[in-house]
């Protein structure tokens, strides 16, 4: 089993960053590959970002390339997310997740979610 917290968000205007974090505990950090979904009201969750069990691959859904960075320290059990340039249409509860093994887009591959944290963007 493994536990996920995130932390991080909150109300910011069109343009601003914020930075989420995620602390996992549980079996080895390391062994997990982590990633990001986010909910808007309304609208299925839908995938933002993943990484690889060391950290050294990552992906993104096109709508944040550029602008989202995804990262972890293993040391810390620790899955973070840079949003950058953030827009209203990022607005939603950003979820946390993990899996065993390797990095995955698909919602259903995730066993592990932690309980959401929220982002809301004003314009």
């Known amino acids: 089993q493994v536990q996920l917290v995130e932390s991080g968000g909150g109300l910011v205007q069109a343009g601003d960053s914020l930075r989420l974090s995620c602390a996992a505990s549980?079996?080895?950090?390391?062994?997990?590959?982590m990633g990001w979904f986010r909910q808007a009201p309304g609208k299925e969750r839908e995938f933002v970002a993943t990484?690889?069990?060391?950290?050294?691959?990552?992906a993104y859904t096109n709508s944040v390339k550029g602008r989202f960075a995804i990262s972890r320290d293993n040391a810390k059990n620790t899955v973070f997310l840079q949003m950058n340039t953030l827009k209203p249409e990022d607005t939603a509860v950003y979820y946390c997740?993990?899996?065993?093994?390797?990095?995955?887009?698909?919602?259903?591959?995730?066993?592990?979610w932690g309980q959401g944290t929220q982002v809301t963007v004003s314009s």
């Open positions: 997740v993990g899996r065993f093994g390797d990095m995955s887009e698909l919602v259903r591959n995730y066993p592990y």
């Open positions: 990484i690889s069990r060391s950290g050294g691959d990552t």
């Open positions: 549980g079996r080895p950090f390391s062994s997990y590959a």
